[in-house]
């Protein structure tokens, strides 16, 4: 079956960096598109970042855009967020997303929090 593992969270200090793990396994990870979509409290889910199959291309929200680097590992099944100069405001659970054959998986989540 479908698992989706994140980890790397933690608290970090205004301007400092992290570096998200997601584990993929039970499909053909070099064949989907993977996605960083994270929740602050009280909002609605939002889209961080995702990655094509190849890795050759990537999208990222404007809120991330220049401070966040989405990446995969085919040998490792594993998708990465290297986040750098974070914010308070990037606080929130992240989640890992895939959609493999019309179905929608997700992570636990890996919570981020960013305060002095």
């Known amino acids: 079956q479908v698992q989706l593992v994140e980890s790397g969270g933690g608290l970090v200090q205004p301007g400092g960096s992290l570096r998200l793990s997601c584990a993929a396994s039970?499909?053909?990870?070099?064949?989907?598109?993977m996605s960083w979509v994270r929740q602050a409290p009280g909002k609605e889910r939002e889209g961080v970042s995702c990655?094509?199959?190849?890795?050759?291309?990537?999208n990222y929200a404007d809120s991330v855009k220049g401070r966040f680097t989405i990446s995969r590992d085919s040998a490792k099944n594993t998708v990465y967020l290297q986040m750098n100069s974070l914010k308070p405001e990037d606080t929130a659970e992240y989640y890992c997303?895939?959609?493999?054959?019309?179905?929608?998986?997700w992570g636990q989540g890996t919570q981020v929090t960013v305060s002095s």
């Open positions: 997303n895939t959609v493999t054959v019309g179905r929608s998986y």
């Open positions: 039970g499909f053909t990870f070099s064949s989907y598109v």
């Open positions: 990655i094509s199959s190849s890795g050759g291309r990537t």
